[in-house]
């Protein structure tokens, strides 16, 4: 049976990113620091594929996360050449292939920002499968690794490249999905665990309060309070996490919005930003001010409007990607309480946006705590593991789910119309 918690989880960080890109409110930074939680769910879903599959689990999630880039980019790359300002050289290829920031007009800088999310979510999938076996070896060196390189980077060498910078503040979250994953943070005493959430919450807390940024206490201008707190925020929320939530699906419309958004999480983090940016003059047109409550509530629901037709027209792109039966609307099909899903009606999750869940050649999602046989010599085993499995018995595959927020010059900055 499905983990409806994480699905719930990535459905909640999916709403506060488009919301905090309308409103610009830095609490919704601290109250849940959506980017990290994401990339903590998207390490568990890799850290789960890479033991079904080896290291062809890399091919299989780029591949369910650059379609739906390609769709942007065909749209949106025309009309910035046509518009002017964008140069035609070779760096246009890296809208195939983001290693680092694609290029981009004014307009379409702005439009466009949240493409960081999908570079870094690139670099972090490459890494994984060094990444999970160091990991496994040497679980706490491999996990202050990236809180270290940030450290350095912020003190140290604050012009550093981008992509570096980014290890060190998002690449402890996806190992901390590693550790949910492997069911270090379920075996951690209660105690313990909220001992160690709450020393680097306070550590954190006090960073924030001491170096506050440009925009008073938004974490994105916070790199090491951002990081200290936001892996507080994770230790709490998937070491506490239980093991379904089945109330979830008590309410069908509630239940259909977590399903929708979690098979379409890459198609609404891409284009909510261009949508915030165009309505962004209605503020001006009509008189409201940046800070008007009705105002910002009309424009969050005209972006999620807008957005919610766009993923009727090319969000079935995720579905093709993933391999799954194209849908205008996932989730429809409902299993009866009770009855064992199949994996045709089983929602898939995604790992983030783009990254999609279920079995990793796209043939559907697969039930978390089904037993299912290892393939010979595709995992990556784990230090103290029986060399052979006992006969007639199997693996049983524990996965669970891992979605985005832009930048303009900050990692989650909102527009803001002077």
Do not use: C
């Amino acid at each position: 049976m499905r983990n409806r918690y994480l699905d719930l989880l990535r459905f909640l960080a999916i709403i506060r990113v488009v919301v905090y890109h309308v409103t610009g409110w830095a609490t919704l930074t601290l109250v849940f620091p959506a980017m990290s939680v994401m990339f903590a769910l998207a390490g568990s879903l890799m850290a789960a594929s890479l033991d079904r599959s080896g290291t062809a689990a890399v091919g299989r999630r780029l591949r369910r996360l650059l379609p739906s880039l390609w769709v942007v980019a065909v749209i949106f790359v025309p009309a910035m050449l046509i518009s002017g300002g964008l140069a035609v050289n070779w760096r246009l290829l890296l809208w195939l292939f983001p290693i680092t920031d694609p290029p981009a007009n004014g307009w379409g800088a702005l439009a466009l920002s949240v493409i960081w999310y999908l570079r870094d979510y690139l670099w972090f999938v490459l890494a994984s499968p060094l990444a999970l076996w160091l990991f496994r070896r040497a679980p706490l060196p491999t996990l202050l690794a990236p809180y270290v390189l940030l450290v350095v980077v912020e003190l140290g060498f604050p012009g550093a490249p981008v992509v570096l910078r980014d290890f060190g503040l998002y690449f402890g979250a996806w190992l901390l999905g590693f550790a949910h994953h492997d069911g270090m943070l379920r075996r951690l005493s209660r105690r313990l665990l909220v001992a160690v959430a709450a020393l680097l919450a306070t550590a954190g807390g006090a960073w924030i309060l001491t170096h506050p940024g440009a925009r008073g206490y938004d974490l994105n201008d916070i790199r090491i309070g951002n990081a200290l707190w936001a892996a507080a925020f994770i230790l709490v929320v998937l070491g506490f996490a239980p093991s379904k939530a089945a109330w979830v699906d008590r309410n069908a419309l509630f239940g259909r919005a977590v399903t929708v958004f979690n098979r379409r999480a890459l198609t609404v983090y891409l284009w909510h930003m261009p949508f915030v940016v165009a309505l962004t003059p209605l503020v001006d047109v009509v008189g409201w001010s940046h800070q008007d409550l009705l105002g910002l509530a009309i424009r969050v629901m005209l972006v999620f409007l807008l957005v919610g037709v766009v993923t009727v027209l090319v969000g079935w792109v995720e579905d093709v990607a993933a391999r799954r039966r194209p849908e205008l609307l996932p989730g429809g099909r409902r299993t009866r309480p009770g009855s064992a899903p199949s994996t045709g009606s089983v929602p898939a999750a995604t790992g983030g946006p783009g990254s999609g869940a279920g079995t990793d050649d796209g043939s559907g999602p697969e039930p978390v705590g089904v037993p299912r046989p290892r393939p010979s010599g595709a995992g990556l085993p784990r230090p103290g593991a029986a060399v052979a499995p006992r006969a007639g018995s199997v693996a049983v595959d524990t996965r669970v789910g891992a979605a985005p927020e832009a930048r303009a010059p900050a990692e989650d900055a909102p527009l803001r119309v002077r």
